[in-house]
């Protein structure tokens, strides 16, 4: 056993596992990076346990992979050999709501679901949604400013943090559990850390904004017959009810395609449409609401910027229409190997990005099952690449198309995900050099000696 290991023992006993003692779950994330067993596997209780490990670690120069919910697409939680993991999963539970301040405090290996829920009993809601809400964790959350489902109205996880405590590379604990909307005091050295992905410090608690219940959610799925008209439909519901949509996902043609055919979903609509568009708005009590919301689409519909539409009637009627965007969850039952991407666009490229994938998809593997959908309200899309027998070689060349194409649109090669391993690479397409080197500063000052989640981000 290494002086390091020794020293972890000596100070915090059975919270240190090793070997066989490990469970499989800690050896990889949700990137499909190959499992690689850590060094040793810590399991903190409290913020004073975490800054024992850091304080130990430091002293030994010994690398530590921060994990939480084990959901990252990015490959930041794999451990790399010889890193220690350092899992926050006990440090789990709401801690306060506070009415007044509209205000939830969690430590951060509570599970998003188990945030969302205590928020609803309060009365209140928590603005950050997606779909591994099962399993992520909050402090996850924020320290890859997760985006989701919801991002349109209530913004990235960013927006939706107040306060943090944190414990930095060396050990030292911080500690900043504002509720305030403003508290403009000096630096806030906070939102330096969300989005970090645990390069620069260790989230241990975290207090999130709360907001109030909707009223009246109404859901439906639209076609349209291009992008175009999807952005201008977008644009005059904002007009003409400010503030009330809560979602509004895109789904081109190839993505239902795979839903139907090969998900096996009934057809969403008689006819083929280049876009489906799932809406949801808050639009106020019954029976006023659900009676806005369809004069609105029929306004539209006769218009003929909606091509065709239905509206759910029923929650078994919402999870109808969302079963087809939760359809990637399932590729992994019907299709080969994916590789998954997740990008912003402007909204103004978003078509040509599309039509340029779409050809050159048929030109180099004609074969290849794809599909591009997303939030795009917020300019973020996913596109999901699967071809049967893929290898390193056809991984990188359909990254290098993808990458190159957001990149020569002005866009970002992450949008809500991260970077962690898998994106690296990359990160010279979306930021500059003096970008670049300013990251790197801002480690070398927080993490001198390069123990937190090395090899992520930069």
């Given amino acids: 056993m290494s002086n390091v290991i020794e020293a972890l023992v000596a100070a915090l006993g059975s919270k240190v ?3 066989a003692e490990i469970p499989i779950r800690n050896h990889a994330d949700a990137s499909g990076l190959p ?3 850590p060094k040793a596997l810590i399991l903190p209780d409290t913020t004073e346990d975490v800054s024992t490990v850091l304080r130990i670690c430091h002293d030994h120069e010994q690398p530590i992979v921060i994990q939480g919910g084990l959901t990252g697409l990015a490959g930041g939680a794999r451990p790399e050999a010889g890193e220690i993991a350092l899992s926050l999963e006990r440090m789990t539970g709401v801690e306060e709501i506070d009415a007044a301040s509209a205000t939830l405090t969690a430590l951060a290996g509570t599970p998003l679901v188990v945030v969302q829920q205590a928020a609803e009993e309060a009365g209140l809601l928590c603005g ?6 099962g399993s992520c964790t909050i402090g996850g959350n924020v320290a890859t400013n997760a985006g989701g489902n919801q991002v349109l109205r209530y913004g990235m996880t960013r927006r939706n943090t107040l306060g943090l405590e944190a414990v930095l590379a060396d050990g030292t604990v911080v500690r900043s559990l504002n509720k305030m909307l403003k508290n403009n005091a000096g630096y806030d050295w906070t939102q330096l ?3 970090s992905e645990g390069t620069l410090g260790v989230i241990t608690r975290v207090v999130l904004g709360l907001y109030p219940k909707p009223l009246g959610v109404q859901t439906a799925l639209c076609a349209v017959g291009n992008f175009e008209d999807a952005l201008i439909l977008l644009r005059q519901i904002q007009q003409v009810h400010p503030g009330r949509l809560l979602v509004f996902e895109a789904m081109w043609r190839e993505f239902m395609i795979v839903a139907t055919e090969i998900c096996g979903l009934p057809p969403a609509f008689e006819a083929d449409h280049d ?5 949801e708005a808050d639009m ?5 609401g659900s009676e806005a919301f369809s004069s609105l689409l029929s306004t539209y519909y006769e218009q003929g910027l909606i091509r065709d539409a239905v509206v759910a009637q029923s929650q078994a009627d919402r999870n109808r229409f969302w079963a087809y965007r939760e359809t990637p969850y399932e590729y992994g039952r019907f299709l080969p190997e994916e590789i998954r991407f997740d990008v912003s666009v402007p909204l103004n490229r978003m078509t040509e990005a599309v039509e340029h994938l779409r050809r050159n998809m048929r ?3 004609p074969d290849a099952v794809y599909v591009v959908f997303g939030h795009v309200a917020d300019s973020n899309i996913h596109i999901n690449v699967a071809i049967d027998k893929m290898d390193e070689d056809l991984k990188k060349a359909v990254q290098k198309l993808v990458y190159d194409l957001v990149s020569g649109l002005g866009g970002s090669i992450s949008a809500e995900h991260g970077i962690g391993r898998i994106k690296r690479p990359y990160l010279s397409l979306t930021r500059t050099a003096p970008e670049l080197e300013l990251m790197r500063a801002m480690k070398q000052t927080l993490d001198p000696k390069g123990i937190l989640n090395p ?4």
């Avoid at 106020?284 to 006023?288: K, L």
């Avoid at 090899?455 to 930069?458: F, N, P």
């Fill in 193 to 195: 850390l969300i989005g």
């Fill in 128 to 133: 950050v949604d997606l779909g591994a809400r």
């Fill in 455 to 458: 090899g992520r981000v930069l």
């Fill in 363 to 365: 030109v180099h593997w």
């Fill in 35 to 37: 499992p690689v067993s």
């Fill in 284 to 288: 106020g009590e019954e029976p006023a």
């Fill in 17 to 19: 596992r090793t070997g």
């Fill in 275 to 279: 876009v489906t568009l799932l809406i």
